[in-house]
């Protein structure tokens, strides 16, 4: 289910990753299910808009918390946006822990409340910044680079664009776009993300950081012949900067061409030995370019365990499943960031032997790469619960159908909960030091017959977009 990558760096300040390999702390992936992303509510959207803005944020701070057990939104401040012809009410509700969220409220008693984070929403065409016209001096301060909460940084960079308060102020706007893109592409929202570069390449044609930056956004978009265009201005005002190398070297290689691939890794060597990354990559290259003339082997199949027979309990299913999933890679990627931390404290203490730090250099490696590769699966049923909740919502099946949404969701729940089991009792007869079989407990959750219902919803998402 999971797998592991190798960090890049972007500049000094902001990294983005590269997906690659495989592996790491099992026994947090089996943390628990996770509850739907509805909160069943007696209050009508005729009734919340008459009570008062503290009442009004109360409530939507509980929506938010009944929606999923695991978000966390203790207080809030929310904002009427939208009144649709229905009388039901769109809500933003910005949590003070950082999280933003999209509430859709009907004014029906005893309905339910849709409720969706911010990026979800704009995945689904729904942009909850649209009516943001006014900057505060806070979002001065949080439309930065994004060392804390995502929301905040697009939030605050799209109320500095959008107020024109700082039109006059071309390097602010500039920031702006920058940081706002850096924020997009950390949610892999990488058309956003390409966008706001194309606007701050505009305002600095000549800011080769930026252009690199934007680089790497097309090849996580998979737009390779566009990142090459960018990789060869960046090669060229930096040629002896290797992560420019590498990043092209990377990009050929993603594109099938392993001979230039080798010799962008070559030339990043010549210049740093020691780079480890080229290093790792020029020889997964090499190996590449072995098999890729050698017969692939035919892999049997297993009929999967069947899903829910209509389109409408697919998509219900699939959609508590895939928002699963999601938090519970998002739970993983922040323990493994926490470990990473630890080691890289430890790294820097007197009395280490040489051996005693390459260990721990070769563990934070792993950690690193577990990180982006876990990011990477996280952004991906982000992205299949974004299809899956735009068809729930166009098809209106909160309110036409809620009994079948609730059910849906409960059975989504309970084969989270069947996987949490199996790998909880598979995990009770290991030893605390055994790694392999907390290996092989991770590999029977993962083939349980719960899981592989749950990850066919990564098969079928296709059939909804």
């Not at 790792?280 to 829910?308: D, F, G, I, M, Y």
């Not at 998509?315 to 323990?335: H, P």
């Not at 876990?374 to 992205?383: E, H, L």
């Amino acid at each position: 289910m999971f797998a592991c990558a190798t960090p890049r760096p972007i500049n000094n300040n902001v990294h983005l990753t590269r997906l690659a390999c495989s592996m790491v702390l099992l026994a947090l992936v089996w943390s628990g299910p996770l509850s739907a992303q509805v909160a069943p509510t007696d209050i009508a959207q005729s009734e919340l808009v008459k009570k008062s803005a503290i009442e009004q944020s109360a409530i939507l701070a509980e929506f938010v918390r009944t929606a999923s057990k695991s978000r966390n939104c203790a207080s809030a401040k929310a904002s009427l946006e939208k009144t649709f012809d229905d009388r039901s009410g769109a809500w933003l509700v910005l949590c003070e822990e950082g999280q933003d969220y999209w509430a859709v409220v009907r004014d029906q008693p005893k309905s339910a409340a849709m409720v969706l984070p911010c990026i979800l929403a704009r995945r689904s065409g729904i942009d909850c910044y649209a009516n943001v016209r006014t900057a505060l001096p806070e979002d001065i301060r949080q439309c930065a680079p994004p060392s804390g909460s995502l929301d905040r940084v697009i939030r605050s960079c799209t109320a500095i664009i959008q107020s024109h308060q700082f039109d006059d102020k071309p390097d602010t706007i500039f920031r702006s776009y920058t940081f706002r893109a850096v924020a997009f592409g950390g949610y892999q929202q990488y058309g956003l993300a390409i966008a706001d570069f194309d606007k701050a390449i505009a305002l600095r044609p000549g800011d080769v950081q930026v252009r690199f930056n934007r680089a790497v956004t097309f090849e996580r978009k998979g737009e390779f012949d566009q990142a090459l265009v960018d990789l060869a201005e960046v090669v060229k005002a930096w040629p002896n900067e290797v992560n420019g190398l590498f990043e092209r070297g990377y990009v050929h290689m993603k594109k099938g061409d392993y001979d230039r691939a080798i010799d962008d890794f070559d030339q990043a060597l010549r210049i740093d030995p020691r780079f480890e990354k080229a290093i790792r990559s020029r020889a997964e290259a090499v190996k590449a370019k072995e098999n890729s003339a050698q017969p692939s082997a035919k892999v049997a199949t297993v009929e999967a365990p069947s899903l829910p027979a209509t389109a409408d309990q697919q998509a219900a299913y699939c959609l508590e499943a895939s928002f699963g999933f999601a938090q519970r890679l998002t739970k993983l990627v922040e323990i493994l960031r926490a470990n990473r931390d630890k080691d890289q404290a430890l790294l820097g203490g007197a009395n280490m032997s040489p051996t005693e730090k390459a260990q721990l250099v070769a563990r934070i490696t792993a950690l690193n790469d577990s990180i982006a590769s876990n990011d990477a699966k996280r952004a991906a049923w982000t992205a299949n619960a974004s299809v899956f909740a735009t068809y729930v919502q166009t098809r209106n099946l909160f309110a036409k159908d809620r009994n079948m949404m609730v059910s849906m969701s409960g059975q989504a729940g309970k084969d989270q909960e069947a996987v949490h089991d199996t790998y909880g009792a598979c995990l009770r007869s290991c030893a605390s030091n055994d790694a392999s079989c907390k290996s092989a407990c991770d590999e029977q959750a993962n083939n349980s017959d719960a899981n592989m219902r749950m990850q066919r919803c990564s098969e079928i998402v296709v059939n909804f977009k």
